[in-house]
Nanobody, 129 residues
Framework: EEQLVESGGGLVQAGGSVRLSCAAS????????IGWFRQAPGKAREGVAC????????YYSDSVRGRFTISTYNAKNTVYLQMTSLKREDTAVYYC??????????????????????WGQGTQVTVSS
């Protein structure tokens, strides 16, 4: 069974940093695009970053570009999201998703555009002022 498990969320002060992890079991990241998404209360889920082909292809949403970094550690079958210069508006539940047979790109920032994703359960990130 394919599973993704996120970890690393918590409470952090504005301007601070946190690293999220997305660990896969039951499959490897070969031929997958891995995306990080977030959903704030009362808002739709949105994509923030994706990676594919190891670390060769990456994409970031405008709201996080320059502050967040996505990376893959194939030996641990884990994708990380390093989040820096956090703002209150980054507060959300963060999810990772694995999309088979796709490359990372702007089109993967829309969750409704995913064909056959595997989703994790999410991890809460709360940024306080």
């Amino acid at each position: 069974e394919e599973q993704l498990v996120e970890s690393g969320g918590g409470l952090v002060q504005a301007g601070g940093s946190v690293r999220l992890s997305c660990a896969a079991s039951g499959f490897t990241f070969d031929d997958y695009a891995i995306g990080w998404f977030r959903q704030a209360p009362g808002k739709a889920r949105e994509g923030v970053a994706c990676v594919s082909n190891g670390n060769d292809i990456k994409y970031y949403s405008d709201s996080v570009r320059g502050r967040f970094t996505i990376s893959t550690y194939n030996a641990k079958n884990t994708v990380y999201l390093q989040m820096t210069s956090l703002k209150r508006e980054d507060t959300a539940v963060y999810y990772c998703a694995a999309e088979p047979h796709r490359l990372c790109g702007v089109y993967l920032m829309d969750p409704s555009a995913l064909y056959d994703p595997t989703w994790g359960q999410g991890t809460q990130v709360t940024v306080s002022s």
